[in-house]
């Protein structure tokens, strides 16, 4: 009997590993969001809470017109949720980009009256600046369910698509509240906030109003089962570059926004000395983690600096550039050390933003001191309170990489969140912004 039970368990926890294995192969590849950044629960929160963050992440579970959906995390009045694309970027391209999944349904059958349940949808490119979608609750129109009243926010339509039938991500069948990028005039995002609306409502700077007179139909808070791109591409640009600068006259530094692959190849045409490719131009290029140096062989006396320009591109299936803020070359005036005439001079301590960002496990932040004097090096959260102390010491000229696994000074793993990294030296503070997910 012993043996029995043996095999019986072992069978269920191989079954159990084969469910894993495949969920997370299948969430690999999901249209879903990939993590939850932030949950901030309003009044009557809770129920689908157990299940976090898996209960909001990857595809709908749609109950369809007739009854809502048990799949779902509650908000509660009033609260929130932010949620992250990992492996996907959502870019304006035809029609709405992105599906926000709620469970609305229709009161006796009746398209023009049901249960809803409202929230106002945000988005963002880096997490830190949110742009949310122009809403407009319209009084007067009968019965309160009537979606008309309801022109821009998320949980007005009710969830058809199922475990993935139909599509979730083709907008004519799989209900749900679509969201188009150009309404808030941004060409990609990442990060998606849902904010419930409760009873009341806010206004366009995100203030509650206490008494709109719309007389909203009652609500315990906004249910979300998932959210979905339509129009994306993959995260695969081989890397951004954060800053440049000429250290001497034949020596330039580039930071990249995370390390290059073993073997990966830099573009021939990603980066131009004074409009020529690098390739057109005698140089060694030296890379080591997420800088790279670019050595001038045969530097001329008297000359100015060089100007370097970056292409960084995020491309679609047909090619074209889907990264806005790098559409056009950036170019850095390159000065070195020396005072001549418009020449920059370089910082005496560079903090270079935290990489991988943003992180799970451990991030890496590299410091590059520039002349003798102690420094601290501390993490704080939006509140400003100092959670953890990475570094404190007296420190010489040279490069310094440190890492931080997200927890505070206790040993406990810090939330979900955004927070600040703080290096003071030398009379100066310098800060850089860092993603972690749980």
Request: charged letters at 20%.
């Amino acid at each position: 009997m012993k043996n029995r039970l043996d095999m019986q368990s072992m069978i269920a926890l191989i079954g159990s590993l084969l469910l894993f294995v495949m969920g997370h192969s299948l969430h690999a590849q999901s249209p879903g969001a990939d993590s939850v950044i932030d949950f901030v629960p309003g009044i009557g929160a809770g129920f689908g809470a157990d299940s976090l963050p898996e209960i909001v992440l990857g595809i709908p579970r749609g109950g369809g017109e007739s009854e809502g959906s048990l799949h779902v995390l509650s908000l509660g009045t009033g609260g929130e949720i932010t949620l992250f694309f990992d492996d996907h970027v959502i870019v304006d391209g035809p029609g709405p980009d992105l599906t926000v999944f709620e469970n609305p349904f229709y009161i006796g059958g009746d398209s023009l009256n049901r249960y809803i349940e409202t929230a106002v949808v945000e988005v963002s490119q880096d997490g830190i600046e949110f742009h949310r979608f122009p809403y407009d609750f319209v009084p007067g129109i009968e019965p309160p369910g009537n979606p008309g009243r309801f022109i821009g926010l998320a949980g007005v339509v009710p969830v058809i698509s199922n475990d993935g039938d139909p599509d979730p991500t083709d907008p004519s069948v799989s209900g749900g509240d679509h969201f188009d990028l150009s309404q808030v005039g941004i060409p990609n995002a990442s990060f998606i906030r849902i904010i419930d609306t409760g009873s009341d409502t806010r206004d366009e700077e995100g203030d509650l109003v206490v008494d709109n007179g719309l007389e909203l139909p009652p609500q315990a808070g906004f249910d979300l089962d998932a959210i979905c791109h339509i129009n994306w591409t993959l995260k695969d640009a081989p890397f951004q570059v954060e800053a440049a600068r000429a250290v001497a006259s034949d020596r330039i530094l580039v930071e990249f926004s995370k390390a290059l692959e073993p073997g990966q190849d830099i573009p021939p045409d990603y980066f131009l000395l004074d409009d020529l490719p690098l390739s057109e131009v005698d140089t060694v290029i030296l890379a080591e983690s997420s800088v790279l140096e670019i050595l001038l062989a045969s530097p001329r006396e008297g000359d100015p600096p060089p100007v370097l320009s970056v292409r960084q591109w995020i491309r679609s299936d047909g090619g074209e550039n889907l990264l806005n803020p790098f559409e056009e070359p950036i170019e850095w005036s390159l000065g070195v050390e020396e005072n001549g005439p418009g020449v920059k001079s370089v910082p005496e301590t560079v903090l270079s933003v935290p990489r991988p960002n943003p992180f799970r496990g451990s991030t890496t932040i590299s410091l590059e001191v520039r002349e003798e004097g102690r420094g601290t090096l501390a993490i704080y959260d939006l509140r400003g309170r100092r959670i953890l102390v990475l570094s404190d010491r007296s420190y010489q000229p040279g490069l310094y990489r440190l890492t931080w696994d997200g927890r505070d000074s206790c040993g406990a793993i810090s939330p979900s969140g955004i927070y600040l990294v703080h290096f003071s030296h030398g009379g100066r503070a310098y800060r850089q912004k860092v993603v972690f997910l749980r």
